[in-house]
């Protein structure tokens, strides 16, 4: 079973991903910033890690460029629910991503996305 690490301040998007992630047969961890989701990856190794973006303590661009810079298998989808926020997707691409959205997103496409990167 693949763990996945959702880091997102918004407690309700955790607990919407959580509740579809683990209704997909996957194993869900939980970080309300950017310093606790890079504390949980180095103890897990998670297989695959949502971040948001804009977070309080470190944003998910220093926890894309963290993971990305020092752990290069690391595989991470990026989100946002800020409004202009289409640059620093973009960004999160240059960072390392592999993939990103916009919130509100589709499920289906968002789960068709973790689908394929623990595939890869």
């Not at 973009?90 to 496409?109: D, E, N, R, W």
């Amino acid at each position: 079973m693949a763990l996945i690490l959702v880091i997102d301040d918004d407690e309700h998007i955790r607990a919407l991903l959580r509740t579809v992630l683990e209704a997909a047969g996957y194993e869900v961890m939980e970080a309300p910033n950017g310093r606790i989701g890079l504390e949980l990856y180095r103890q897990s190794q998670a297989d695959l890690v949502i971040t948001d973006i804009c977070m309080p303590e470190l944003n998910g661009l220093d926890v894309i460029l963290e993971l990305t810079r020092g752990l290069l298998d690391a595989k991470v989808i990026a989100i946002s629910g800020s409004q202009g926020e289409q640059s620093s997707l973009s960004v999160a691409k240059l960072l390392g991503a592999h993939q990103t959205f916009q919130k509100p997103f589709s499920i289906q496409q968002l789960l068709g996305a973790v689908r394929y990167e623990l595939a890869h």
